[in-house]
């Protein structure tokens, strides 16, 4: 069986972003925009996906309260969720994790260590991958487990069977280069990011993508059986 995967795209430029996690997600994917304000009956699908966005869930924007809104039945529900970067923080947001600016960017090929959880099956316990972020969710919510860290934090959490993880296990290294040179840093800064873009990082971050086949056969088995 494949799962039936909604994708809640939060891009303001949604190119890269479509083609990556149509790419990584072996299932049959409808996708959403967020900013558009068009948000899936998560109860019509075996599970969620949330991309990353340049926004910060805490803006006063009327497309935010309402993924904020749309976030919190989606966490409490049965269906199988999984948020990427922004995604991240909007679901721990949402069910009242605190979200707060970092004053600084994380933003490159990093190393993140995670502790096991099922989501991360087949991902070496240190592994190498792409972030890209100036916020971050500084304190988890109720219920939920620190599944992944790193010197700046909290990179990964669990609550049941919904998963943040801050970092861009998606990103392929075209959309790794036009994102880092699309941030307003010094230049010296993005060419030493862009300068760390290479195809043996690439190579060591590939295998971060399992979370999404993972993701996937999650979704799979909690899937209801149909009638005969």
């Not at 409808?30 to 009956?41: C, G, I, M, N, V």
């Not at 090929?109 to 096991?116: E, I, L």
């Not at 792409?130 to 971050?136: I, K, L, N, Q």
Request: aromatic share 10%; glycine share 8%; hydrophobic share 35%.
């Amino acid at each position: 069986m494949t799962a039936r995967i909604a994708l809640v795209n939060a891009s303001y430029d949604g190119t890269n972003t479509l083609r990556n996690f149509r790419r990584e997600l072996d299932a049959d994917v409808t996708a959403y925009s967020a900013l558009e304000r068009s948000f899936p009956d998560v109860e019509t699908y075996d599970g969620v996906v949330v991309t990353g966005s340049r926004a910060s869930v805490y803006w006063d924007e009327p497309w935010i309260d309402e993924a904020q809104r749309w976030a919190g039945d989606a966490v409490e529900s049965d269906t199988p969720a999984l948020g990427i970067c922004w995604g991240h923080q909007l679901l721990a947001d949402a069910v009242g994790g605190t979200v707060e600016s970092m004053d600084e960017y994380e933003l490159g090929y990093r190393t993140v260590s995670h502790d096991g959880a099922d989501i991360f099956e087949g991902v070496p316990e240190t592994f190498t991958v792409f972030t890209t972020h100036s916020d971050a969710v500084t304190e988890l919510p109720d219920g939920a487990d620190r599944i992944a860290e790193n010197d700046y934090g909290i990179q990964g959490f669990r609550r049941g069977n919904v998963y943040g993880l801050q970092s861009h296990p998606e990103y392929d290294p075209e959309t790794a280069e036009a994102v880092a040179r699309g941030k307003d840093l010094p230049e010296e800064r993005i060419e030493s990011v862009c300068a760390g873009i290479t195809d043996e990082a690439y190579a060591e971050a590939r295998a971060t993508k399992r979370v999404f086949d993972n993701f996937c056969r999650l979704a799979e088995r909690s899937a209801p059986v149909a009638d005969d």
